[in-house]
C-alpha cells in the first residue's frame, strides 16, 4: 500500500494532467518556501496559476476544497509571494488561486477544478 506521501504525489500528478489537458502549462512542482508550499504553479496564456490539490476519500468530512482553511490560504500565498519575489520574470503577470478538489464517488476519483477558489487580500 502506497504510504500517504506517495498518494499525495500521485493525486497532484494526475490534476497536473488534468490542467495540461485544459490547455495549462506547468511551470514548477512542490515549490517550497519557509512559509509554506505550492503544489502546483502553471501557467494558463498569461496568468499565473498558483494550484492547491486536494484529496478526500471520505465526503462525510466535507470535500477536499473544504480542507483549504484560511489558514492554509494564507501560507499559499505567501508562498506565492516568495516565488514572485524569486523568479522576476513572472512578477508582471496577473495571479490566481485555483484548488483541485478530488474526491471518491461509488469508488471512482473525482476531480474538480475550482478557478479562483481564493485571493490574496
Not at 506547468?26 to 502553471?42: K, P, S
Not at 516568495?82 to 478530488?102: G, M, N, T, Y
Request: aromatic letters at 8%.
Amino acid at each position: 500500500m502506497p504510504s500517504t506521501r506517495q498518494q499525495g504525489s500521485d493525486w497532484e500528478r494526475a490534476a497536473e494532467r488534468m490542467l495540461k489537458k485544459r490547455g495549462l502549462r506547468c511551470l514548477d512542482r512542490n515549490y517550497h518556501a519557509r512559509v509554506g508550499e505550492i503544489d502546483l504553479i502553471m501557467l494558463q496564456g498569461e496568468t499565473l496559476v498558483f494550484v492547491e490539490v486536494r484529496y478526500r476519500s471520505n465526503p462525510n468530512y466535507g470535500s477536499g476544497a473544504d480542507s483549504v482553511t484560511a489558514q492554509k490560504q494564507g501560507r499559499v500565498i505567501q508562498a506565492a509571494r516568495r516565488f514572485l519575489q524569486r523568479e522576476k520574470q513572472h512578477a508582471w503577470r496577473p495571479c490566481r488561486f485555483d484548488v483541485v478538489s478530488i474526491g471518491d464517488e461509488e469508488g471512482e476519483p473525482v476531480i474538480t477544478w475550482i478557478r479562483r477558489a481564493f485571493e490574496a487580500a
